[in-house]
């Protein structure tokens, strides 16, 4: 997505990294601080400011996003068994995509069915083989190009979006060309990215000096984020021709072009569709076996109805993970109603960011309220400058998100979206869909759902008591 920016996606991750990066990072270890001793994370922290029923929609909200973004990656593992099977026109097949989505997640489920532990070792390669070494050779191919004499792409476009003509010749912006919201439609997804820094927040108090130590680690992750999304988008943008970068065959299409010209053959791409293929799959699968666990220790905490409290034999949350891949199999037929597989995957990952910088709004919020409600909670890690400064920090990332949630609902203009309603629609109704889903469990929650304590600790096993555990406090 970022390739598809060119030289301006440095404004782009700027923004993602200066507006909202670091401030989440920042907001999110005071809190895990101030709560370090206490499990649930989003869930504790929100409660605390604004009560149990709204920190339980959060944490709901947490999983919810998890789902919806599934698709895209399991697009990706589509195009990348396209790809390593010689059949590339099939990546923008939207029925082959659709179809393979459903069967990748379902077989992903078995899997995780059989056995938390089986998943595990399943996906413990994945990261490796499936991100940073196609990662590595495709940065290393990009800098071989450049140094070959080959034209690179952002020397070459002719969009007025993305480049200006200057006596006589193109040369790239680096700023977006802004002519309305459509045109930088594209930030929600890019600040998608960047998120998820707040799941490791909760150990800044860890740290021998939390005050000193942990703003060099939000500094040093800017970095490390800031490198590693702008390598692999500069090495696709600098490789194929902006009219040729699609939103999800433009990594593939990197390999082919960058391979035959190195050797004449594009057999290599073949490998890396495999290794893809295997990574996505493999961090599915792992997402399939966490936040599901999490959400167990919701469900056993009462908050969810009994059926969503049962385990099979080996331990692993049956129920939850059907529920689950029925949820993921209606969204995948996104794929199914959106004929450009590229729009349909930007589709999907708007309705994920706006549900996730929802979540983001109210942690800022909630902090900004606990300053206020518990100004004497000890802090190991505080953000200077008092309520002042929690307020600025905060107030910055909340006002990021909520321009980046309004540009989630915008059809972005790079992408042939048909009709503008249809898109709004469907983006937004599925916001509003699944962030009301908590509140109506609330409402119609029971006493009875509480299960006994022994039943409980027979489903959560040994390691129950190391689960992001949302209600640390009896009821």
């Known amino acids: 997505m970022m390739a598809k920016e060119e030289m301006t996606m440095f404004a782009y991750i700027l923004f993602s990294v200066v507006l909202f990066l670091i401030p989440a990072g920042l907001v999110a270890a005071e809190l895990g601080s101030a709560f370090g001793k206490k499990a649930g994370g989003l869930y504790t922290w929100i409660a605390a400011a604004f009560g149990k029923k709204l920190g339980f929609g959060v944490i709901f909200l947490s999983w919810i996003q998890v789902l919806v973004f599934y698709p895209t990656g399991l697009s990706f593992a589509a195009v990348g068994v396209a790809f390593a099977t010689g059949k590339p026109e099939l990546a923008t097949n939207h029925v082959y995509v659709g179809i393979f989505a459903i069967a990748a997640f379902w077989l992903c489920t078995l899997a995780a069915l059989v056995s938390n532990q089986f998943a595990a070792k399943v996906t413990q390669a994945g990261f490796m083989l499936g991100t940073v070494v196609p990662g590595l050779i495709l940065i290393i191919g990009a800098i071989w190009w450049a140094a070959s004499g080959h034209p690179l792409g952002w020397n070459h476009a002719d969009d007025p979006a993305v480049s200006f003509t200057s006596n006589g010749h193109e040369q790239p912006r680096w700023f977006p060309h802004i002519v309305g919201l459509s045109g930088i439609a594209f930030l929600a997804g890019i600040l998608l990215n960047f998120a998820g820094i707040e799941s490791q927040a909760v150990h800044a108090s860890e740290l021998k000096n939390p005050g000193r130590e942990y703003p060099i680690v939000i500094a040093i992750a800017a970095v ?65 076996t966490g936040p599901s666990r999490g959400l167990l220790a919701t469900a056993h905490d009462g908050l969810l109805p009994p059926f969503m409290q049962k385990v099979n034999a080996r331990g692993v949350q049956s129920n939850i993970l059907i529920i689950q891949a029925c949820l993921v199999t209606l969204l995948c037929c996104i794929y199914f109603i959106v004929k450009d597989v590229s729009t349909a995957f930007f589709l999907i990952s708007a309705m994920a960011v706006s549900l996730y910088l929802i979540i983001y709004m109210v942690m800022y919020a909630a902090a900004i309220r606990l300053r206020r409600t518990q100004p004497d909670l000890p802090r190991p890690f505080a953000i200077p400058g008092g309520r002042a400064g929690m307020g600025a920090f905060a107030g910055i990332g909340f006002a990021a998100c909520l321009f980046a949630f309004v540009l989630a609902f915008v059809p972005p203009s790079q992408l042939p979206i048909g009709s503008p309603a249809m898109y709004v629609l469907m983006v937004a109704g599925g916001a509003i869909v699944f962030s009301a889903i908590p509140f109506i469990i609330e409402r119609f929650k029971k006493p009875s759902w509480l299960p006994p304590e022994d039943v409980k600790k027979a489903s959560l096993g040994p390691s129950g008591e190391h689960l992001p555990h949302p209600n640390p406090e009896p009821r």
């Open 224 to 288: 490390m984020s800031f490198g590693i999304f702008t390598l692999g988008a500069l090495a696709v943008a600098g490789i194929l021709p902006y009219k040729d970068i699609d939103l999800t065959t433009g990594v593939f299409d990197a390999f082919n072009r960058m391979f035959q010209a190195m050797m004449g053959s594009t057999w290599p791409t073949y490998v890396m569709g495999v290794l893809i293929t295997y990574g996505a799959l493999a961090g599915i699968l792992a997402w399939i």
